[in-house]
């Protein structure tokens, strides 16, 4: 029996991931999805929405735990998807940096840092039930911050983890719209999480080419998503043959980013606001024999990607994949068991890292920064001292300072209260 279990299974992106499962359910041969979610109340409605979708296609069982035991129990892959503390942390991740200057994020900087706080432990957790309970069962990890909390997985080396995002794909497809070309981007990458730079792009299997003198972002972004995209051009311009990740520009250009936050306000504010819409569709549509399936968190590549890894890993032939894996000679940039962002074979037999193509020189500094940050922040988010999370956090790029670090933690054990274990 094939099982795999999402946890965080109560989201309002679950639906899109199953949506992408019963697609390729012929081909994946699972037998269960187990759903597991610390909100019972989404938990059920999503469990719901589920079973109706997956009987409406002749698809594999969908069912619901009451626990993380019972849901990781013989268990073949498990998928972190959760968000410990919810929209609320959230909203702190994203608001307490702005008072100190900084960008508020929840990957990025001091917000990254505080969800880490939260998240390491929880996966960590998951990782010793997992142990015990689903002794060689793969960790899909798709939560946030997904470089720190896959370094702290892979230190604790309990289990194998696979780091997964979508943002790479997201932001070439972004630029391959910008340009009017269609087709699906391949690209070599280098680099951490949220902080690659691409090269060596193709855009429906034609070269990227120079990029013309005006290019705007994508009529459907966002301010905040603009303005990523308008400094990543300038930083491509600056480093021909390259495209970075659109999250390098909150390190670049902070103050541009701590002014559009100030005065448009949190994303989670709009995030929260949008989410009663999704459910009220998923309970209408789990009372259908047919449910169709309309409006659900997030693009198809969340879904996307979490079923090409599972295709990938259940498959006697190779699949190219963007993961973040430990090192382990993909790049001479970065020491050998840091968890890196790059391009591997994967298929049931192994996972086969492919050599990584050089990085920008005038980025090696703020590489290897961000590579001392993300050690120091998965050792202190997995139990360390309140020392460690001072020095974790002033390695951090965006504060850099031990003293600063220090009255960021004070005010964050103010805001966040219990939603983050203090003690070690």
């Given at each position: 029996m094939t099982i795999l279990t999402v946890l965080g299974g109560g989201s309002a992106y679950t639906p899109g991931l199953l949506k992408a499962l019963i697609a390729h359910a012929a081909e994946l041969r699972l037998d269960t999805v187990r759903l597991y979610d610390t909100?019972?109340?989404?938990?059920?409605?999503?469990?719901?929405?589920?079973?109706?979708?997956?009987?409406?296609?002749?698809?594999?069982?969908?069912?619901?735990?009451?626990?993380?035991?019972?849901?990781?129990?013989?268990?073949?892959?498990?998928?972190?998807?959760?968000?410990?503390?919810?929209?609320?942390?959230?909203r702190i991740d994203e608001t307490l940096p702005l008072e100190f200057a900084i960008p508020g994020q929840e990957t990025v900087g001091p917000g990254g840092f505080f969800y880490a706080l939260r998240s390491v432990p929880e996966a960590l957790r998951v990782a010793d039930a997992m142990d015990k309970l689903a002794p060689g069962a793969v960790l899909l990890n798709y939560?946030?911050?997904?470089?720190?909390?896959?370094?702290?997985?892979?230190?604790?080396?309990?289990?194998?983890?696979?780091?997964?995002?979508?943002?790479?794909?997201?932001?070439?497809?972004?630029?391959?719209?910008?340009?009017?070309?269609?087709?699906?981007?391949?690209?070599?990458?280098?680099?951490?999480?949220?902080?690659?730079?691409?090269?060596?792009?193709?855009?429906?299997?034609?070269?990227?080419?120079?990029?013309?003198?005006?290019?705007?972002?994508?009529?459907?972004?966002?301010?905040?998503?603009?303005?990523?995209?308008a400094y990543s051009l300038e930083l491509a311009r600056a480093h021909p043959g390259y495209w970075p990740n659109s999250y390098l520009p909150y390190y670049l250009y902070p103050a541009a980013f701590v002014e559009q936050a100030r005065r448009v306000g949190p994303r989670s504010d709009v995030v929260a606001a949008s989410l009663p819409r999704y459910y009220d569709h998923f309970e209408e549509q789990a009372l259908l024999d047919e449910p169709q399936l309309r409006i659900y968190r997030g693009s198809a590549g969340f879904g996307d990607m979490a079923v090409n890894v599972i295709r990938a890993l259940l498959s006697d032939t190779p699949r190219e994949l963007v993961?973040?894996?430990?090192?382990?000679?993909?790049?001479?940039?970065?020491?050998?068991?840091?968890?890196?962002?790059?391009?591997?074979?994967?298929?049931?037999?192994?996972?086969?890292?492919?050599?990584?193509?050089?990085?920008?020189?005038?980025?090696?500094?703020?590489?290897?920064?961000?590579?001392?940050?993300?050690?120091?922040?998965?050792?202190?988010?997995?139990?360390?001292?309140?020392?460690?999370?001072?020095?974790?956090?002033?390695?951090?790029?965006?504060?850099?300072?031990?003293?600063?670090?220090?009255?960021?933690?004070?005010?964050?054990?103010?805001?966040?209260?219990?939603?983050?274990?203090?003690?070690?």
């Open positions: 909100d019972a109340t989404r938990l059920a409605i999503v469990g719901r929405l589920g079973k109706a979708m997956a009987r409406a296609a002749g698809a594999f069982r969908v069912e619901t735990a009451a626990t993380l035991e019972d849901a990781v129990r013989g268990a073949a892959m498990v998928l972190n998807s959760t968000r410990p503390g919810g929209l609320a942390a959230r939560t946030n911050p997904s470089n720190i909390v896959t370094q702290a997985l892979a230190d604790q080396g309990a289990v194998q983890v696979i780091g997964m995002c979508d943002q790479s794909d997201e932001d070439l497809e972004s630029l391959g719209h910008a340009l009017g070309r269609a087709g699906h981007p391949w690209f070599r990458c280098n680099g951490l999480n949220h902080a690659t730079w691409f090269s060596d792009i193709r855009i429906g299997g034609e070269p990227l080419g120079p990029l013309p003198a005006a290019l705007a972002a994508p009529a459907s972004y966002d301010e905040e998503h603009q303005l990523r995209f993961l973040n894996l430990p090192n382990r000679g993909s790049t001479a940039a970065f020491d050998s068991d840091c968890v890196v962002e790059t391009r591997a074979r994967v298929s049931r037999h192994c996972i086969e890292r492919i050599p990584a193509p050089p990085l920008p020189a005038s980025f090696e500094s703020l590489a290897a920064a961000l590579e001392r940050y993300q050690r120091l922040a998965a050792q202190a988010a997995a139990g360390g001292s309140e020392a460690q999370r001072i020095a974790a956090l002033a390695a951090n790029p965006l504060v850099g300072d031990a003293a600063l670090a220090a009255r960021m933690l004070a005010r964050a054990r103010q805001a966040y209260g219990e939603l983050v274990g203090w003690e070690s």
